[in-house]
């Protein structure tokens, strides 16, 4: 099984991506493809939460053929926050309690192939968020051998816990990225048990900013303690990609490597 994973999706990564992914996936034949895309858009003007996604773009998506999306802290932000989860295909946090709309996991029964894929967020992101490890192993013994393989998208920004899950659900995931900070790592490889591991795919939108956006909000934040009034803004620098491609025989996986 191949499948490619797409990094938070930010702004202009959606319009790079409907260039790229096409080629991307002509090359390399995925069965699956899976993206983080919390960060598709901005909501309002002044407000301290401004991502988010809605039909529109998500339409997108689906038309590059993307199977499923993930999410995180933005998962319910932006005018659309609550409508979008009406959708199937789009996660959220599994281990964010049971009110939040959305679901945290689907499988995804394509080409004869079943593909679970699981959404976890740290409690870095959200504070409020249950313990991921417990909600992980519930999901896997309610699957039982229904999926070929797992796909783990962990949201946050420690990279202790994201590497302690993935250790400790050896021999039952196929993978775990990580996504929320942006930031490629280079560290990509199979822990033992057949796990394909990275701590942040990085964001897939343009950089010179910050987190993807325009630097000028956060520093008037951090000197201000304040947000200003002045509308948010994506970077301006060049489209990067943060995506990966993920090869599995049954559940373990055989490689990961990143895509440029």
Do not use: C
């Not at 790079?16 to 003007?45: K, T």
């Not at 199977?67 to 295909?89: F, K, P, Q, Y």
Request: aromatic share 6%.
């Amino acid at each position: 099984m191949k499948i490619i994973f797409v990094g938070d999706i930010v702004g202009a990564g959606l319009d790079y991506l409907e260039m790229r992914l096409p080629e991307l996936a002509a090359q390399h034949q995925p069965d699956f493809i899976i993206a983080n895309a919390e960060n598709l858009e901005l909501s309002g003007a002044a407000s301290f939460v401004v991502a988010g996604m809605s039909a529109a773009s998500l339409a997108r998506l689906w038309a590059l053929g993307v199977d499923a999306v993930t999410g995180g802290n933005h998962s319910w932000d932006g005018a659309e926050g609550h409508a979008v989860h009406a959708d199937l295909r789009v996660l959220r946090p599994l281990n964010y309690g049971t009110s939040a709309p959305g679901r945290g996991s689907t499988i995804i029964h394509k080409g004869g192939l079943r593909l679970g894929v699981v959404n976890l967020t740290s409690r870095d992101a959200l504070p409020l968020a249950d313990d991921p490890l417990a909600a992980l192993d519930q999901q896997l013994d309610a699957w039982n051998d229904r999926t070929d393989a797992v796909l783990v998208d962990f949201h946050g920004a420690s990279t202790e816990e994201k590497l302690t899950v993935a250790f400790a659900s050896a021999g039952r995931i196929s993978a775990l990225v990580g996504t929320h900070t942006h930031v490629p790592t280079n560290d990509t490889h199979i822990l033992p048990g057949g796990v394909a591991y990275v701590s942040d795919v990085g964001m897939t939108g343009r950089g010179g900013g910050i987190l993807g956006y325009h630097p000028d909000k956060f520093v008037s934040a951090m000197r201000k303690r304040l947000y200003d009034d002045t509308p948010w803004r994506f970077a301006e620098g060049a489209v990067e990609l943060g995506a990966v491609l993920i090869t599995t025989a049954g559940r373990a996986a055989e490689s990961i490597i990143r895509l440029t």
